[in-house]
């Protein structure tokens, strides 16, 4: 837990009596590789702290399974329409490497708001992950996966050995074999 604590005082300061009601509503948790945290078809009912391991967001359009992100720890994650309206969700979330997370539930998140450091925590968090969502499409739509590819090796070169390769090309938009060839230059 002390490891959350850090992360969240990344962003915010926490008062001591604020922490002592945030720490005792996380569980902690742990998901098998390749378990599937959160489902297509159904309701995310957990904010998630993830302290270690990987996990993949994913979507299945017509039976291909396109890659969105991937979160390494530690970082929160969660399938943010559905956890916060509470309504079907229509992504993935799969540990792709055994993931210890804290979690909590929705009425808990809620119940966190009243505390002023959470409130402010969830409101910077959430505004990078948005900074992150509309950097990436602009990426998408501007760069090649080539380029793409260069710049996740300079910036994160040890998350890429840790993504299995179909993922990997999924997420970059392009077959297997053309990430082969991209993998050689580099």
Not at 75 to 80: D, I, N
Not at 119 to 132: A, G, Y
Request: aromatic share 14%; hydrophobic share 40%; net charge positive.
């Amino acid at each position: 837990m002390l490891m959350l604590k850090k992360f969240i005082e990344n962003y915010v300061d926490i008062p001591l009596d604020e922490w002592d009601i945030i720490s005792t509503l996380f569980k902690i948790n742990t998901f098998n590789k390749n378990e599937i945290i959160v489902s297509e078809g159904k309701i995310c009912r957990y904010f998630y702290f993830l302290e270690e391991g990987l996990v993949h967001h994913f979507i299945n359009h017509n039976g291909n399974n396109t890659s969105k992100f991937f979160i390494p720890a530690p970082y929160c994650f969660t399938s943010r329409l559905s956890f916060l309206n509470q309504t079907v969700t229509s992504e993935n979330i799969q540990a792709i490497e055994k993931c210890v997370v804290f979690q909590i539930t929705w009425q808990q998140y809620y119940d966190l708001m009243e505390l002023k450091s959470w409130n402010s925590f969830t409101r910077k968090i959430l505004n990078e992950v948005q900074d992150i969502t509309e950097e990436r499409l602009f990426t998408n739509l501007t760069e090649t996966a080539e380029l793409t590819y260069k710049k996740m090796l300079i910036q994160n070169p040890g998350l890429l050995s840790r993504i299995p390769l179909k993922y990997l090309a999924s997420y970059l938009g392009i077959t297997s074999q053309s990430l082969s060839r991209i993998r050689k230059k580099y």
